[in-house]
Nanobody, 123 residues
Framework: QVQLVESGGGLVQAGGSLSLSCAAS????????IAWFRQAPQKEREFVAQ????????SYSPYVQGRFTISGDAAKNAVYLQMNSLKPEDTAVYYC????????????????WGQGTQVTVSS
């Protein structure tokens, strides 16, 4: 069973950048899809970006497309989320999660979650 630990959150001004990390232990990401989600206060958890480890393909929420970049490092067994041009509406707790490849991109498909890291963007 893979275990996930996020880091890199913090406070940043609008227009700034942050980089989040998701480190995995227990097994490698092969045959998994790794995704970032976020949850703002009193809102539902929403999809941000995903990386299919075996192919390197990525996809993004339209709310972050062009501003955020997801990437992976096999040597470190880690996934990153580079967030640029941050907006106050990006404020949320960010989670990484994994699901098996070829499962649907729904919350129920993600069987392992990290503890989350807070990102706060001030205006």
């Amino acid at each position: 069973q893979v275990q996930l630990v996020e880091s890199g959150g913090g406070l940043v001004q609008a227009g700034g950048s942050l980089s989040l990390s998701c480190a995995a232990s227990g097994r490698t990401f092969s045959s998994y899809v790794i995704a970032w989600f976020r949850q703002a206060p009193q809102k539902e958890r929403e999809f941000v970006a995903q990386l299919t480890w075996s192919t390197g393909s990525t996809s993004y929420s339209p709310y972050v497309q062009g501003r955020f970049t997801i990437s992976g490092d096999a040597a470190k067994n880690a996934v990153y989320l580079q967030m640029n041009s941050l907006k106050p509406e990006d404020t949320a707790v960010y989670y990484c999660a994994v699901r098996r490849q070829f499962t649907s991109n729904t919350l129920l498909s993600y069987n392992t979650w990290g503890q989350g890291t807070q990102v706060t963007v001030s205006s």
